[in-house]
């Protein structure tokens, strides 16, 4: 026997409220999702929707992060690092022209002294490239994007203690014009008294040449000169932690001043350390010494900088002392990598920088400053020549003066002679020098160039990862419309039919069955 549940008008009536709001929700929901075109509004609407959304929004906003602001921040700094390099390359090409012609050809004055202008000025060009900046962060001072490479203007504010690293394959070999006839030594009251015994000669000198001229002298400042110990198969020695051990030079160090008659000339077991040029002159026995040499630290102090030398902080060890300051503050610098990496995808970052020490180095204005000199020199000889020329075109002078006068001239000739020589040979040593220079340009070049690529292949396919995160972002999150559209029709379909089912029930009543 079956038992029928009474159903009661209250609870139809309950059922339609129910039903009706049931769809009237479903039909919100369709609503809203037609609307926003998201599939949820709320993460409780779906945990697994809004979890999904939450992962990859974050990888989105990262990738945007690499692909929008750090790889153009990159490549921006590179691309400007690129083109002051290329810039010194072509300064380097424009000065190894100058170096072939003043190799091969003979000079006029007016050639001389306009090299000599082209040159000083080409050199401070390369310098100030150094000072290249971008968006206010020097891009060649490693991590102290804040201070300059070179300095702006001439400085005596800071002394430096330098320790700068060299090795027997820095030893060359100069030649020097020396016995210079000096003009002041005639007297056209007593010619006679003029010496000449001492004739202009040439010589060949060694040297080490220091990163600076115009050096505290032996009197002023402190000069130490270490080696690190070898041992018979010229092999470096280690002491317990791994740290070379050195020996100091114990043999005599004499001042001098590069226009001293015998300053390229060192008596045996005596090096000259010549502060005005920055030279350690070096005899034959010490030449010996220290030509196998893999590591000789010289140090020695600077307090006088010109406009656009190099900052020592950006090169070597040293310790600056603030003279402007009372208790003169110190600073200790240690020279190390600097090197600088941006992120430019996940778990991938890239050395973005290249350190003014690995391209731009001391050694191609320390050479132009020997062209400078040689052809300076030849300079000055002319000038003497024409001093000389210009006595004897007077017709106001003695017999005596006239044959002391000559014997000048034939003199300062033969001088001419030897210094042109000497320019030509200083040139042409120049030019290996020049493409030495050029060589760490396109080396630093191609090391750049080869990271810029990388970086851009990243950057493409960061672009496709962009594309691929958008896509898979719009699938979790957006809505179909045209599913919704269809859905949101039936929804509403069923909701008018609620509303059409329960007005009919509804309407019934007690008096409609009486």
Not at 56 to 68: K, S, V
Not at 142 to 171: H, I, P, Q, W
Request: hydrophobic share 35%.
């Amino acid at each position: 026997m079956e038992v029928s549940m009474r159903i009661t008008n209250k609870m139809m009536t309950n059922n339609v409220l129910y039903n009706i709001n049931n769809n009237k929700n479903s039909l919100s929901k369709t609503e809203q999702q037609y609307s926003t075109g998201k599939k949820i509004q709320r993460p409780s609407e779906d945990p697994i929707v809004a979890v999904r959304a939450l992962k990859l929004r974050t990888n989105l906003t990262e990738l945007n992060q690499y692909y929008e602001k750090n790889i153009p921040d990159a490549l921006a700094w590179m691309d400007l690092t690129e083109s002051s390099l290329s810039n010194i390359n072509e300064i380097l090409t424009k000065i190894h022209t100058y170096c072939v012609n003043g190799a091969n050809d003979t000079l006029t004055e007016e050639d001389r002294n306009s090299l000599a202008v082209n040159l000083n000025q080409l050199k401070d060009q390369i310098y100030q490239e150094g000072n290249t900046n971008y968006a206010g962060r020097y891009v060649f001072s490693g991590y102290k994007t804040d201070s300059s490479l070179v300095f702006s203007e001439n400085t005596s504010k800071y002394n430096y203690l330098l320790t700068e690293r060299l090795s027997g394959a820095n030893l060359d070999v100069i030649q020097k014009s020396i016995n210079s006839f000096d003009l002041s030594s005639y007297n056209p009251n007593a010619p006679w008294d003029t010496s000449f015994d001492e004739k202009p000669n040439y010589i060949t000198a060694h040297r080490l040449r220091l990163a600076y001229n115009n050096l505290k002298n032996l009197d002023d400042g402190q000069l130490k000169i270490e080696i690190a110990d070898q041992d018979s198969d010229g092999n470096v020695i280690l002491d317990g932690d791994g740290n070379r051990t050195y020996t100091e030079y114990s043999g005599i160090i004499e001042s001098r001043l590069s226009t001293d008659e015998d300053a390229y000339t060192p008596p045996d077991g005596t090096i000259y350390f010549l502060a005005d040029t920055g030279e350690l002159i070096l005899p034959e026995d010490v030449y010996q010494d220290f030509r196998d040499k893999v590591d000789i630290k010289v140090s020695y102090e600077k307090n006088s900088f010109v406009k656009n030398d190099l900052k020592p902080e950006h090169y070597f060890d040293c310790v600056q002392t603030d003279l402007t300051s009372d208790d003169l503050v110190e600073r200790n610098f240690t020279k190390q990598n600097q090197e600088i990496r941006y992120e430019i995808n996940f778990s991938q970052s890239m050395v973005v920088n290249t350190q003014g020490s690995d391209a731009i180095t001391h050694n191609i204005g320390r050479t132009i400053d020997d062209i400078i000199f040689a052809v300076n020199s030849v300079i000055a000889v002319d000038k003497k020549i024409s001093e000389v020329n210009k006595m004897l075109a007077s017709g106001n002078i003695t017999e005596e003066q006239k044959t002391t006068l000559n014997q000048a001239l034939e003199v300062l000739t033969a001088e001419k002679i030897l210094k042109d020589e000497v320019m030509q040979k200083t040139f042409g040593s120049a030019l290996s020098g020049i493409k030495e220079q050029q060589n760490i340009i396109n080396v630093a070049v191609s090391d750049l160039g080869s990271r810029s690529v990388r970086i851009q292949l990243t950057e493409s396919r960061l672009s496709m990862e962009q594309v691929d995160f958008e896509d898979l972002l719009s699938k979790n999150e957006d809505a179909d419309i045209v599913d919704t559209i269809i859905k949101m029709k039936s929804q509403e379909s069923v909701y008018n039919a609620s509303l059409s089912a329960a007005a009919k029930i509804v309407k019934n009543s007690l008096l409609d069955f009486l």
